[in-house]
């Protein structure tokens, strides 16, 4: 005797998922054919419908080709610019640049060259020295600045090296007064990156693309 299986707690297999697939060109052209081939001769593919078949692989085949070119002519933009940059970067060897970012150099001398541009008239200014994670350590007076572009000339009183640097400056009101600032040095090197030209300035790296000046 034989007992169904419902009610006991038996479950059904599902059937399996089936995996969705995309159709490429040349497959579609294989089934077109197949159905032209096979196709009942009493019964012909109708004008239409095998002109609408051709008509969707015809557009199937121009977008893969388009898609294609523009693929390749990105490839190429790309390449030149890169190429643009890479003989700039080495066109530059020897030249002082100034570029943005918040470094400055003092010398042997315990002179230090700010360069910054200065929003409004301009005002009181005060060297800021930063850390690596730009936290202020320090001051220094740096006298009064015009507004635009500007060279300040700091007695840093600081050994030889390299510092990070903000320039804060106050109006004659008393208002804060905006002051972008910039690092500068002679370039004596080009160095690639992740696809980036950078330029190497006295032990420091420089992008490109931050250059704000060239002067011999």
């Known amino acids: 005797m034989t007992f169904p299986l419902s009610g006991l707690g038996a479950k059904t297999p599902a059937p399996p998922k089936s995996e969705r697939t995309e ?10 054919v197949t159905q032209l081939k096979f196709q009942d001769p009493l019964n012909p593919l109708e004008p239409d419908a095998f002109a609408a078949q051709l008509a969707q692989f015809t557009s199937v085949e121009q ?3 388009l898609n294609e070119t523009i693929s390749a002519q990105g490839q190429d933009s790309a390449l030149r610019t890169l190429l643009d940059k890479t003989t700039l970067g080495a066109s530059l060897i020897g030249k002082h640049i100034v570029a943005e970012g918040n470094d400055f150099t003092v010398g042997s001398d315990g002179v230090a060259t700010i360069h910054a541009n200065v929003g409004g008239d301009g005002g009181k200014a005060t060297l800021v020295l930063l850390d690596q994670s730009g936290k202020p350590i320090g001051t220094k007076p740096a ?9 300040v000339v700091v007695q840093a009183g600081l050994p030889a090296g390299t510092y990070h640097y903000r320039l804060d400056v106050e109006s004659a009101k008393g208002d804060r ?3 972008q600032t ?3 040095g002679v370039v004596d090197g080009v160095l690639f990156e992740a696809g980036v030209v950078w330029l190497k300035v006295g032990g420091r790296k420089i992008q490109l693309d931050k250059l704000s000046e060239i002067t011999p």
């Not at 159709?23 to 077109?32: A, M």
């Open 23 to 32: 159709l490429g060109k040349d497959q579609f052209l294989k089934l077109l």
């Open 63 to 65: 977008l893969t080709k």
């Open 143 to 151: 006298g009064v600045v015009r507004g635009g572009s500007q060279t």
């Open 177 to 179: 007064v905006s002051a």
């Open 182 to 184: 910039f690092t500068a």
